[in-house]
């Protein structure tokens, strides 16, 4: 049974899928650029008329945030992909899409920027994007670390069974396939919904936030199985803390996306430095063991 994962896993996450997926994510994001962009401009030169509530519709910079999202989406399926390979890779895919999401949240606030007020900080929204900027500024520097220390660790042979280990963490990435397939599908209905009732600006930003939230929530159970299953393949004990270590660094992100303002990027920060620490902890140990 577990081989027979396995091989589907591999077949459906071969070279050829994998490069027509990327193909996709590419020509998707530029279309839906040209989309938005083409929406934003029809509107502002009234040839469509869609109000001008929303600064998502009536600003160009806004489009920004469509293709970011689509980007997003490819990263989500690349974090189920290595999922089986490694706990650090696994890990640091995460790290990277919560600095990519951040970055998109960039664009979606800069055209509510206040550039006549006298004092900068007298806006939240200015504050908050010198926030936003200042920790992506601290999230690449410590991703970079993280990379330098997961490239200067010395891995050993490991277990006998190891294969039997990445072939369980196959099944698990297999099952994540469809799930995050059925959280998008209801993303989009409750999109539609929320925006018939409301705005669908505001709501494309809210469910889009939303289906993360659910994603690293599933991500945490993920991880736990892993978890539980390495205990079956391994002794080592600074590896099962390293893998307990992630697992903490995936709840903060889950936790970051139910917060706002500083504490939603203090969150995201400590994520990232714990698992930068309970890595070079992790490296200096297997040089002893």
């Not at 698990?172 to 469809?178: E, G, R, V």
Request: charged share 15%.
């Amino acid at each position: 049974m577990i081989k027979v994962g396995s091989r589907i896993f591999d077949r459906f996450f071969s070279e050829k899928n994998r490069k027509k997926i990327e193909s996709i994510t590419i020509w998707s994001a530029t279309i839906g650029f040209i989309f938005h962009l083409s929406v934003v401009l029809l509107n502002k030169y009234s040839i469509i008329d869609i109000g001008n509530e929303s600064l998502f519709l009536t600003n160009p910079i806004s489009a920004i945030y469509t293709p970011f999202s689509i980007i997003l989406y490819y990263e989500i399926f690349l974090l189920i992909f290595f999922l089986p390979r490694s706990f650090t890779t696994s890990i640091l895919k995460q790290f990277e899409i919560i600095s990519l999401i951040i970055i998109r949240r960039i664009f979606y606030d800069i055209p509510r920027l206040d550039l006549e007020l006298d004092n900068w900080f007298q806006s939240s929204e200015n504050l908050q994007i010198t926030y936003d900027l200042v920790c992506i500024l601290i999230l690449f520097f410590l991703i970079y670390l993280f990379n330098y220390v997961k490239s200067n660790i010395q891995y050993k042979k490991e277990e006998k069974n190891i294969d039997k280990f990445i072939d369980s963490k196959k099944i698990i990435s297999l099952i994540l396939i469809p799930v995050m397939i059925v959280i998008f599908i209801n993303g989009i209905f409750n999109w539609y919904t929320i925006g018939v009732e409301t705005n669908f600006a505001s709501s494309f930003y809210y469910v889009n936030e939303i289906f993360y939230n659910t994603f690293f929530s599933i991500l945490i159970i993920a991880d736990v199985f892993i978890l539980l299953l390495s205990f079956l393949y391994t002794e080592r004990y600074s590896q099962i803390m390293r893998n307990t270590g992630f697992i903490i660094c995936t709840i903060l992100i889950r936790l970051s996306f139910s917060s706002t303002g500083l504490t939603n990027l203090l969150l995201i920060i400590s994520s990232v430095l714990f698992g930068l620490l309970i890595l070079k902890i992790y490296s200096l140990m297997s040089r002893i063991e």
